[in-house]
């Protein structure tokens, strides 16, 4: 047999072939034995937030297996709760560019177990409510079959939430074999009932403000708001002493341009003027981040010029805690008629009272003695259906049992105006059995 040259090409590549089959052999083994403890390692660090959804559970993190179906990217990672169900971790981009990241659990058979920020840094009163108690309680009550409502006033950040959950939706719901219309939409929210300028709470727009004239008649400010993506300027002219908006000239525009602007154009401006701290002024359709920066610096420099002192929260007399009798119901035109009495002391009104979309007529029972109500039935509702009629469930009807004048009735989560339009009308039949 020849043997070979230990110089040739030949003997060079087939000791070099020998030495990478060794390499990779070792390198096999190598990974086979370390792999196992890296995933381990992994999901060791992820496994605490994932407790927080199913306690005490065994997990797999089976993201390799799953994560080519994502054709969203915004899927971090999977795991599978043994026994229990699977946890998504994801990431979006909302409100602050820096984004955030969360995680979503489904059961089994399709409940949402658990929603959670894992980090986010979105804006306190704005983004941030879409990792708030009440936002999450509303995702909880959902299945794997229900379309993500948005959060009004939040829509930025819960939109890339909604996006994700769907990602994980797509993929789960395919796993269980669940069916269910990926392109059904939630409900919009009712949008908030304007606050007077003094009673808004402006805390996310760091406003600031600093006089820079003053004859004694009117005096000019200059104020700072943040917007949508950067801080907006304006100049604010006073008239001291009726305590009034002259004027507001933008100084300085740093939001979207063809969106924000919108709500800066001089027919938007004019409508500040002659308004007061007790004056409420709408947002411009489509720029309501800018809207508010502009009423931010309006309503300050207006505690400033008269030396008022601004109340966020006190204009919604029914979060307030004061009692229905003392409520402004102006706007609901409310009005009540007798309709029968049931006997000597319990007389129903068949009552009515303008909500969000149109009128709504219920039917209220009121015990004369005692000046309680002691039943409400609604009995035509001209509201958005899906939303406005979450307040005319029996079980929120039922916590106007019992109520007088002196009581404070909560609003229905997501149904502020329907709901106000059933306080008016209690309101209404309470102040008629008195008398009033």
Do not use: W
Not at 411 to 420: I, L, V
């Amino acid at each position: 047999m020849k043997k070979l040259n230990q110089d040739s090409a030949l003997y060079k590549a087939g000791l070099l072939g020998i030495l990478c089959a060794v390499c990779g052999l070792l390198l096999s083994v190598a990974n086979a034995i370390t792999a196992p403890v890296i995933a381990e390692n992994a999901l060791a660090t992820i496994k605490a937030s994932l407790e927080e959804i199913y306690p005490g559970a065994t997990f797999n993190d089976v993201t390799e297996k799953y994560i080519a179906q994502d054709e969203t990217g915004l899927i971090d990672g999977i795991y599978e709760a043994e026994g229990k169900g699977y946890i998504f971790t994801l990431h979006g981009i909302g409100y602050n560019s820096n984004g955030f990241t969360f995680m979503v659990g489904f059961d089994n058979d399709g409940a949402i177990s658990g929603y959670t920020a894992l980090e986010q840094q979105e804006t306190s009163g704005i983004g941030a409510r879409a990792f708030e108690q009440e936002y999450s309680d509303q995702i909880k009550s959902l299945t794997s079959s229900d379309p993500i409502p948005l959060l009004s006033g939040a829509t930025l950040t819960s939109t890339a939430v909604q996006k994700g959950i769907d990602a994980a939706k797509a993929i789960f719901n395919d796993l269980q074999g669940i069916s269910y219309d990926p392109n059904a939409q939630a409900a919009t929210p009712e949008p908030a009932k304007p606050q007077p300028l003094a009673n808004e709470d402006y805390s996310a727009t760091g406003v600031t403000v600093e006089e820079v004239s003053n004859d004694g008649k009117t005096a000019v400010y200059h104020c700072t708001a943040k917007g949508f993506e950067g801080t907006n300027e304006a100049d604010v002219t006073v008239d001291l002493e009726s305590g009034t908006i002259v004027s507001i000239a933008v100084t300085a525009f740093n939001d979207t341009p063809g969106v924000g602007d919108t709500a800066t154009t001089d027919a938007e401006l004019a409508r500040y003027s002659g308004k007061g701290l007790n004056d409420m002024i709408d947002s411009t359709t489509g720029a309501s981040m800018t809207s508010r920066s502009l009423r931010a610096m309006a309503a300050n420099a207006l505690s400033l010029a008269t030396g008022t002192e601004l109340t966020p929260g006190a204009g919604d007399a029914a979060a307030s805690g004061s009692g229905i009798g003392s409520e402004d119901f102006s706007d609901r035109e409310a009005g009540c008629i007798v309709y029968t009495n049931l006997d000597e002391t319990a007389f129903v009104y068949d009552c009515k009272a303008t909500g969000y979309q149109g009128v709504n007529k219920a039917y209220v029972t009121v015990d004369t003695t005692t000046g309680t109500v002691k039943s409400i039935e609604v009995t035509e509702f001209n509201d958005t259906p899906g939303v406005g009629d979450t307040a005319t469930t029996a079980q929120e009807l039922a916590r106007y049992e019992g109520a007088t004048l002196e009581s404070s009735v909560d609003a229905t989560a997501g149904a502020s105006m329907t709901s106000a339009s059933i306080r008016a009308m209690a309101a209404a039949a309470l102040n008629m059995a008195a008398g009033k």
